[in-house]
């Protein structure tokens, strides 16, 4: 496949004035990033996964380890916000780079067209605002750079390159498992010429390692993150047609409703630039028939963007490209004006909104430790009633809070490090956000009373257990943890399940 794009007539045509607009766009967005990385509040998914790297494992609950390890080392350096989001901050900088790369190589005379096409990409609202970090973090890393390797590979044609579309792939699987889309998307393009097998092998050959860390731990492990992510977290799925407006919906915002115009308009271009389109279009067309049946998130597309952007920045000239630009930066300034708010206000400006109880609950979370370990029972254990608060209360109080009952399909990582058998007989300290019924958890204790505190006008509440009652919490949550989390088909041998044999508990039959 040629993948030579025809010659601008812009082509060398202010293309050092565009760099200069690139490189101070690029100083800019990253300022903003480093901001918003170090004073936006930590969110729940962030400090779910943070515990991820504190205790670092060759698998987790719902995903594969790559966050974990990465966390692991960004939490040697600093636990502090800025330090756990760094790669974060780093990560769509280093990707434009890499879109200007790639044009510049397809045709080196478009550097006009890619240093535009990089300023409109730092620009994208995505780009620059989403600074958390999430499994989704690596994996778009770890994506781009089997795309970029492959398209270099195309180019060409070196085995080299194709060893390192496979390496990365493999460590985008070890990732999270979206990853295999890109896996589909390699097949879609090289299964139609039998010259372009042995490439095909190789990069399976080159990824299979990696996948493989994934699939030996699961099967160690309950099949913990194959049962997330294909079985538990599906069972309410249903038909839809407005899931399917939704994630149109979602892509048009993404990429701006102009490049969104502009992508359909092109659409009888993608099939003369297969080896780049394959690369959004496969994964996009699958999430498009899954979302027939449930939603689809924003984060889940992330990692497959760039690909959008390489096909434009090779498709549209210069002064399209810049004129985008100019109106993604009016876009994104209404997004930066609501992220400055919620660093800068007071969680007190927002009383009267229906999210001030959350404002109040992420900028405020130090206080709220502080106030449940006030007058706390010597040897009492606190835990939480639900992942969010139970990881957020633990970021902030240094120490690992379990989840007290059944919690729900997301995040069950409490199952792999947490042994209730060590609280028998201790106090338990169970923190919500909402008003506790006493009489709930009269059956796990010898007493339970119900305590509220106050912060910054919102009340929380929590009980303190005396006596826990492990035998009872063993017949009543946990065998009914086992009973709805751990059926697992009985075509996946299953060497080891540490939750059932630690509380021993018998494999669940399939309903």
Known sequence: MNLNSRRSPFAGVGSERMRRIFVWTFVLTLAVKLWLAACFPITGDEAFFYQWGVFPAWGYSDHPPMVGWLLYVLNSISGHPLSIRFFTVMLWSLIALGLIDLIRRIDPMRAEEAYALGTLFLLLPFAWALNIVTTDTPLIFFVFLSGYCFVRGTLSGRLPWHVATGVFLGL?????????????????????????????????VCSAPFFAINMVFNADHCWTNIMFNLINRNEDTHWSLRTVVEYVAMLAYLVTPWVFWRLLRLTPAMRARGALTVLFVAPFGLFLLLSLRKTIGLHWVLGFMPFVFLFLGVTCNAAQLQRYAKWTAWFSLPHLLVLAAIIVLPASAWKGHAFHDDVVFYKETPAIVAGLRRDLPPGAVIMGRAYNPASMLSYYAGEYLPVFGEGRFHSRQDDLIVDFRDYAGK??????????????????????????????????????????????????????????????????????CPFLTRYDLPRPQLR
């Not at 589909?184 to 299964?191: H, I, M, N, S, T």
Request: charged share 20%; glycine share 4%.
């Open 172 to 204: 985008g699987l070890l990732s999270k498992y979206f990853a295999g889309l890109l896996a589909l998307a390699y097949f879609f393009y090289l299964c139609r010429s039998p010259r372009d097998w042995p490439r095909l092998i190789v990069i399976a």
């Open 427 to 496: 106090t338990i300290r169970i923190f919500d956000r909402e008003k506790i019924d006493p009489a709930e958890l009269a059956p796990y204790f010898s007493s339970v009373t119900v305590h509220s505190y106050v912060v910054d006008g919102v009340t929380y509440w929590y009980a303190d257990g005396t006596n826990f009652n492990y035998p009872v919490y063993r017949e009543r949550i946990l065998k009914t943890i086992a009973a709805r989390y751990y059926q697992i088909p009985s075509l996946l041998p299953m060497p080891g």
